[in-house]
């Protein structure tokens, strides 16, 4: 499968833990996308990359939540110290910036996060 | 700011019967609009977007910029297009906006 690959797929943790999920987009797809989604809404924008550089982040992404891309392949976000309202599927998305501005967005299955 | 609004959560209908899902749209600019699918046990998934004036397993949307709607439409609906919707703008930064959803159920 060359499909947005993400894990782990499923995580509980309890309140004060640090969590970091993984995202491994499709082979050279250079823009690559966090959301996050809570049951009964649609996925929320996180923060954005272009290869290594983080372009833009959302205010959701408080402090506690930090994304890296270090070599404009796979991406990484973690969150320190969680919270009950943490509690969220995380979605990754890639796309390629050769489709221009409005290209495509393909997902992972999400990495699903409970905080107890 | 940036609002996406999808009014029904949930949505019901018939086999055979037309579907219409209704979503508006509050966006500085002149967003792109697209529509993502997901059905049962799969990823997100593109369905069709407006740049492409395309037709995608029947459906349709229109875009009314004087009401900045973008409503999709199926003549007639199939068990198979039982899934979750969701209107998605997005501006030129990128970013996609989602609604929060329309659960479509198809009924034999």
């Known amino acids: 499968d060359t499909g947005v690959s993400q894990n782990p797929r499923h995580k509980i943790t309890k309140r004060g833990q640090n969590v970091t999920f993984r995202c491994d987009p499709i082979s050279e797809h250079n823009r690559l996308y966090w959301y996050r989604q809570t049951l009964g809404q649609g996925p929320e924008f996180l923060t954005y990359?272009?290869?290594?550089?983080?372009?833009?982040k959302s205010r959701l992404l408080s402090d506690r939540f930090s994304a890296e891309r270090p070599k404009g392949s796979f991406s990484t976000l973690e969150i320190q110290r969680t919270e009950q309202g943490d509690s969220a599927m995380y979605l990754c998305?890639?796309?390629?910036?050769?489709?221009?501005?409005?290209?495509?967005?393909?997902f992972g299955e999400g990495s699903r996060l409970t905080v107890l | 700011a940036q609002r996406v609004t999808q009014p029904e959560k949930l949505l019901s209908v018939f086999k055979g019967a037309p579907v219409e899902l209704k979503c508006n749209y509050s966006?500085?600019?002149?967003?792109?609009l697209f529509w993502y699918v997901q059905y049962s046990r799969q990823r997100l998934q593109l369905l069709l977007r407006h740049i492409s004036r395309e037709s995608i397993k029947g459906f349709t949307a229109d875009l009314n910029k004087g009401e900045t709607s973008f409503h999709l439409k199926k003549p007639f609906a199939q068990e198979e297009d039982s899934a979750m919707y969701y209107c998605a703008p997005q501006g030129d930064d990128y970013k996609l906006s989602f609604g929060a959803g329309t659960t479509v159920t198809v009924r034999a």
């Open positions: 998305a890639s796309s390629h910036a050769g489709q221009g501005a409005y290209g495509e967005l393909f």
């Open positions: 990359f272009q290869n290594e550089a983080q372009l833009e």
């Open positions: 966006y500085s600019g002149s967003p792109e």
